[in-house]
């Protein structure tokens, strides 16, 4: 069982703020995926938990255990890194085991016992005798896998560890990542700056920026209902959308068109106490987001809605599975997620519907999702 707690965790390098009063409760067993824009604070994190940092302010707590100020060494964690952090001149099998026997929780039979195991279970049998210049990188990287894997360690910490592999070597590492994790059930905490990567192996996923969380949820609820601005960009791609507003009678206005908010219950619609609800009794400025996947072109959707505008076609863009419209409508630009080989050149009018449940409405000045 490793249950591990944030409480309040900061961190300081002179005059930077890296990880500023993050709190956070990882399950025994859950595989957790930190995320963020480089230089939010996601590796520091990760070192604080390993004990390669130590703490300005907070605590730090292992299965009931305060490890704040605990060595690295004994707080049983095992690290993986981007690099591998192999030593050259050794074998694969001298860096998995390495250092192993001076802990003195190993006999020699265990060790090679273990070794066995591990190489078995990570196909790595046949590069136990290579040293690693003699391996290509996902072997180096399954090599510093099984020497994470071998300790048996309560929980892994993994520091973007597929970021120096190819583009399909680290797809069929992440399908083997998520594997492992199902057969060993050992606590996973990932980070990553790959929003693709976080939503593919996160059971949950922690949205970071500027040193703190701006959302902890699963990947379907990060993507379907966005906490904040932050958040609602930083997840999916395409991007979402983002329109400058306002919001008047339940209808979100912009100067070209005008778009109806769904109800959400209440009586005419709206739920007196919700935030969109008050927005929506006066007039007030709003950022309306709408990913380019929930915009459609009408002639493709007859039936989807009633609401309906025109935009202009500046550019398209064909990714294979969709096509990619860049289009404007006044001074509003936004992209539609379309289908593939639809015929379009620039300037080209097109009537967009939308689907009115897809869409969010967050507040220009604090960010925060208001619907
Ligand atoms: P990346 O994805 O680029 O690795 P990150 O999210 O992991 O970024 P961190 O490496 O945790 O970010 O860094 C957070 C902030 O702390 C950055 O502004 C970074 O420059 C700063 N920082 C990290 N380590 C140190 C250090 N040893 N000394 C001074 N500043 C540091």
Same mark, same amino acid.
């Given at each position: 069982m490793t249950t591990i707690k944030l409480r309040n965790l900061r961190k300081e390098f002179d005059d930077v703020v890296a990880v500023n009063g993050i709190d956070l409760t990882i399950e025994d067993g859950e595989f957790l995926v930190i995320?963020?824009?480089?230089?939010?604070?996601?590796?520091?994190?990760?070192?604080l938990l390993a004990g390669l940092e130590q703490a300005t302010d907070g605590r730090i707590g292992m299965n009931g255990r305060d490890v704040t100020d605990t060595e690295p060494k004994n707080r049983?964690?095992?690290?993986?890194?981007?690099?591998?952090?192999?030593?050259?001149? @050794?074998t694969g099998r001298r860096n998995i085991t390495f250092g192993m026997k001076s802990t003195g929780s190993f006999t020699d039979e265990d060790i090679d016992r273990r070794v066995e195991e591990v190489a078995e279970t990570l196909d790595i049998t046949?590069?136990?005798?290579r040293k690693p210049q003699a391996m290509s990188g996902g072997e180096r990287q399954r090599i510093a896998l099984g020497r994470a894997i071998v300790r048996d360690p309560d929980a892994f910490l993994m520091d973007e560890p597929l970021s120096n592999l190819d583009a399909k070597l680290r797809i069929q590492m992440r399908a083997e990542l998520t594997r492992l994790h199902a057969e060993l059930q050992t606590t996973t905490i990932y980070?990553?700056?790959?929003?693709?990567?976080? @939503?593919?192996?996160?059971?949950?996923?922690?949205? @970071?920026?500027?040193?703190?969380?701006?959302?902890?949820?699963?990947?379907?609820?990060?993507?379907?209902?966005?906490?904040?601005?932050f958040v609602a960009e930083f997840i999916g791609d395409p991007a979402m959308n983002m329109i400058d507003v306002t919001v008047e009678h339940w209808t979100a206005v912009h100067d070209a068109f005008e778009l109806p908010l769904p109800s959400d219950g209440g009586e005419d619609g709206i739920t007196e106490t919700s935030p969109a609800a008050r927005q929506s009794k006066e007039q007030q400025a709003a950022i309306l987001g709408i990913r380019p996947e929930d915009f459609y072109l009408a002639r493709e959707y007859p039936d989807l809605g009633d609401e309906t505008f025109t935009a202009t076609v500046d550019v398209t863009e064909p990714l294979g599975d969709s096509l990619l419209i860049h289009c404007s409508v006044g001074d509003a630009a936004f992209k539609i997620q379309a289908e593939p080989r639809t015929s379009l050149q620039t300037g080209d009018e097109i009537t967009v519907t939308y689907d009115?449940?897809?869409?969010?409405?967050?507040?220009p000045e604090t960010g925060e999702a208001v619907y």
């Open positions: 995320v963020g824009p480089s230089g939010c604070g996601k590796s520091t994190t990760l070192r049983n964690v095992a690290m993986v890194f981007q690099n591998y952090a192999l030593y050259p001149h @050794m046949d590069l136990l005798d980070v990553t700056h790959d929003q693709t990567e976080a @939503m593919t192996l996160g059971e949950r996923v922690v949205v @970071m920026n500027d040193g703190q969380i701006m959302q902890v949820d699963s990947p379907q609820v990060l993507y379907d209902f966005p906490e904040n601005r009115p449940e897809r869409l969010h409405l967050f507040d």
